[in-house]
């Protein structure tokens, strides 16, 4: 998997928008990006995947520029409860049970009231 | 189900202790895999089935450490003796898709070997 930096920690006032950056400067023609949110006591869930442009769902937005070197996940008007871990990861589509994901140290997002 | 469902939710072991964890994978999802969190943040990849059978193995210290998913029956990770390091969080996920890494995790079991 292409390796990822994420900044480690970031704070944000309840209703902003928060975006978060993961650099995958050595991201492969045919890797996909793909974001998980972690709460405290509690496994991961996946919140959006992409592979260039923008995806938008019900809880986020992720911007791939053309380069696709990097990928922000945007979350629209955080809340207290948006407080957790963020992970960006970024591989190729695997067969089967080969798709293990790989997390980094991940983005601490602390939503302030 | 709808959801991951791990039991038990902790568990304390003496070293050289067996340990043992279940998983019951949404209904439908071919594929379960077990992951260690040992650290905070930090995640390791134990292995992966499809359906019975073990697909990729390469994170599990064979040694000690065992897993199955049989038919009808909740997978399980079985520790044979536990010893101080495998004190962690053990995540099971499972994805029902072929190329993705859309997987969906349990609530996790603590395991501390003391």
């Known amino acids: 998997l292409a390796k990822t930096t994420q900044p480690i920690s970031m704070d944000s006032y309840e209703g902003q928008e928060v975006n978060i950056t993961c650099s995958h400067n050595?991201?492969?023609?045919?890797?996909?990006i793909t974001w998980y949110q972690q709460f405290p006591s509690q496994g991961p869930r996946f919140i959006i995947q992409?592979?260039?442009t923008k995806v938008t769902n019900e809880v986020a937005s992720l911007f791939i520029p053309a380069d696709r070197k990097s990928s922000t996940l945007s979350l629209p008007r955080v809340s207290l409860s948006d407080t957790a871990v963020y992970y960006c990861?970024?591989?190729?589509?695997?067969?089967?049970?080969?798709?293990?994901?790989?997390f980094g140290t991940g983005t601490k997002l602390q939503v302030i009231p | 189900g709808e959801e991951v469902a791990q039991t038990p939710k902790h568990l304390v072991r003496g070293e050289g202790q067996k340990a043992k964890l279940y998983c019951a994978p949404i209904?439908?999802?071919?594929?379960v895999f077990w992951y260690q969190q040992v650290l905070k943040n930090e995640f390791k990849f134990l292995i992966s089935?499809?359906?019975?059978?073990?697909?990729?193995e390469t994170g599990m210290p064979k040694e000690r450490f065992s897993a199955k998913c049989l038919p009808n029956s909740p997978c399980s990770l079985e520790i044979q003796a536990t010893k101080l390091e495998d004190s962690a969080v053990y995540f099971c996920?499972?994805?029902?898709?072929?190329?993705?890494?859309?997987?969906?995790f349990g609530p996790g079991t603590r395991l501390t070997v003391t």
């Open positions: 996920a499972s994805s029902q898709r072929e190329n993705s890494y859309e997987q969906y």
């Open positions: 209904k439908g999802h071919s594929y």
């Open positions: 089935f499809q359906n019975e059978n073990v697909f990729d």
């Open positions: 050595n991201i492969a023609t045919n890797d996909y």
């Open positions: 992409g592979y260039k």
């Open positions: 990861l970024v591989g190729p589509p695997r067969s089967g049970g080969y798709q293990k994901v790989t």
